[in-house]
């Protein structure tokens, strides 16, 4: 006679069997998470909830085994599942779960109503508070983030990760004072923290301009640590940041001296050396493919070497493999415009028709402002309190100058909070002639739009963009709020450049077309063009102030 398993014989809900195979059940899938038995787990928790969908241990087991998993998603639906079939109170252990699973899909304004849930469920409940502040900073709402970061702490949850996160609100809310005194205690409580290591690092040098100050806590952790190579890119990218490619360099390959097979410093040697001899960054983009072949940025920085080097049939080749793996790559589209240039390809003429996908115009003047002079001082006053610091963050492309990041849904300015009316209308103007096609920019059009970040900049004399493009937008932005008269000058000072690509290339490729800049004026052009500015000259205290977004298609 074949046996049956008694956790197959589905039961009344509520009858006493049922409720003791349940709990049976869940004990089993608790001992199979211990194990590592995580698929058996989750087909022995599934079980349970079958004979009562609204249990909310067996729920809880089964998320976290999912996220250990690595899917998400079914995580969060499972949740969500439950909060609909139950009627019971809800456990604060599964709201909190809830909310960190939002937050790890990066739902910030679902997770933060999530996390005020867990905490009003559980008010002591320090977690709950750390990962409001988390997701309170992510939305661009600095003030609260540190609040909430202080009650995290009030409440039990001071770690090193926690005074990170309010170092990093606090520098967000403009008190860099603050910011650097929370990332140096978390950098107490764990002297390898990582992303304290670089805030830390990042802030004093844009604090100070010296790099020596910037880099000596992590020369001292590289020194006790020689192998943490995270901290060694970021001295890297210091060093580069402050004009020292050479030194960048010999920082990266000094750590591939002890660490060959670390792909993340030959990925940065080969970026660092393309600008300083592209043999050398060849030799470390093949070394990076062989370990990580199916790695985009391996791949994306073997190409800019091919650019370097003038190869421009495999350059074309290797950029089409990254836009087939994803068609909205602006780094490919950046490569094949290159690639197509040199080769006099007629796609990039078309695609680079600078008179129809370069518009200019001047922002409208928001309802509560009689004109647009009196919008521009407003704004610019505003502007002016943020630039608090001395020195661009690193991983941008300003020299001399600063650059802050902007959300003005949550500004208590009111010319800031008014800027995505002021330029609502021109960028419908610009969605409605740019018109809809197939080719690689028109093909995502919509009619409509969604801001996908917006940041201001301000540029003291010699100041500069280097060439780049824009990697998470679709149409970008330069919009000018207040120049030096020099801006308006015949000789491009100041004046925002296409067409020029970051790296030396061979042969070289200047620029093709300038925009010149007056206050109010906002160019709108593809994100995946490359663009730069050109120097400008002036007295000590003249600034060329600006603001500038990327949108997405909605």
């Not at 950029?319 to 068609?327: I, K, Q, S, T």
Request: charged fraction near 20%; charge should be negative.
């Amino acid at each position: 006679m074949t046996g049956t398993n008694p956790t197959d014989r589905p039961h009344p809900a509520g009858t006493g069997a049922s409720d003791d195979e349940r709990r049976q059940l869940i004990l089993t899938g608790e001992m199979l998470v211990r194990a590592g038995q995580l698929s058996q787990a989750e087909e022995v928790l599934r079980q349970a909830l079958m004979r009562r969908p609204d249990d909310a241990t067996a729920t809880t087991h089964l998320a976290r085994i999912m996220l250990r998993l690595g899917r998400t998603d079914d995580a969060l639906r499972l949740l969500n599942d439950f909060l609909q079939s139950t009627k019971l109170p809800i456990p604060p252990e599964l709201q909190l779960l809830r909310a960190q699973v939002l937050l790890d899909l990066r739902a910030w304004p679902e997770a933060i109503t999530a996390f005020r849930n867990a905490i009003e469920a559980a008010p002591d409940n320090g977690s709950a508070e750390l990962g409001l502040a988390i997701a309170l900073g992510e939305s661009g709402q600095a003030e609260a983030s540190t609040t909430a970061a202080r009650h995290a702490i009030a409440k039990g949850a001071d770690s090193p990760g926690t005074r990170y996160v309010l170092g990093r609100a606090l520098l967000a809310a403009n008190r860099p004072d603050q910011a650097e005194d929370q990332l140096r205690q978390a950098l107490t409580l764990q002297p390898h923290h990582v992303a304290a290591h670089s805030s830390l690092a990042e802030l004093i040098w844009m604090r100070s301009g010296d790099i020596e100050a910037a880099t000596e806590r992590l020369d001292s952790a590289l020194h006790a640590e020689p192998n943490l190579f995270e901290l060694r890119i970021m001295k890297a990218k210091l060093l580069e940041s402050a004009g020292d490619r050479p030194g960048a360099l010999a920082m990266l390959e000094a750590g591939l001296a002890r660490s060959a097979g670390a792909l993340a410093l030959r990925i940065a040697a080969a970026q660092t050396a393309t600008h300083i001899d592209p043999a050398r960054a060849l030799n470390h983009a093949q070394h990076a493919l062989q370990l990580g072949p199916g790695n985009a940025s391996t791949v994306g920085a073997y190409a800019d070497t091919l650019l370097a080097m003038g190869r421009t049939q495999e350059l074309v080749a290797i950029a089409n493999r990254l836009y087939e793996f994803n068609p909205n790559d602006n780094h490919a589209i950046a490569l094949l415009l290159c690639a197509w240039r040199m080769l006099d390809d007629p796609r990039h003429h078309n695609l680079s028709d600078y008179s129809r996908v370069v518009q200019t115009s001047l922002i409208d003047a928001p309802v509560s402002w009689p004109d647009l002079p009196s919008y521009l001082g407003d704004l610019a006053r505003g502007l002016r309190e943020l630039h608090s610091l001395r020195e661009h963050p690193i991983d941008q492309t300003l020299r001399f100058g600063t650059q802050v990041e902007l959300h003005p849904e949550h500004s208590t300015d009111p010319a800031i909070r008014a800027f995505p009316q002021a330029i609502d209308g021109p960028i419908r103007r610009y969605l409605m002639k740019l018109g809809k096609g197939m080719d690689l920019l028109r093909r995502r059009q919509t009619g409509a739009y969604r801001l996908n970040g917006i940041w201001s900049v301000r540029l003291r004399p010699h100041g500069h963009h280097l060439n780049h493009f824009h990697g998470k937008g679709w149409i970008s932005s330069a919009c000018y709020i207040e120049m030096p008269a020099t801006m308006g000058e015949a000789s491009g000072q100041g004046w925002l450049k296409f067409g020029e690509p970051a790296i030396p290339t061979s042969p070289a490729l200047a620029a093709e077309y300038f925009v010149r800049p007056e206050p109010g004026l906002l160019a709108l052009f593809p994100s995946w063009m490359w663009h730069g500015t050109v120097p400008f000259h002036g007295s000590p205290e003249d600034r060329r102030l600006t603001m500038a977004f990327d949108l997405l298609p909605a």
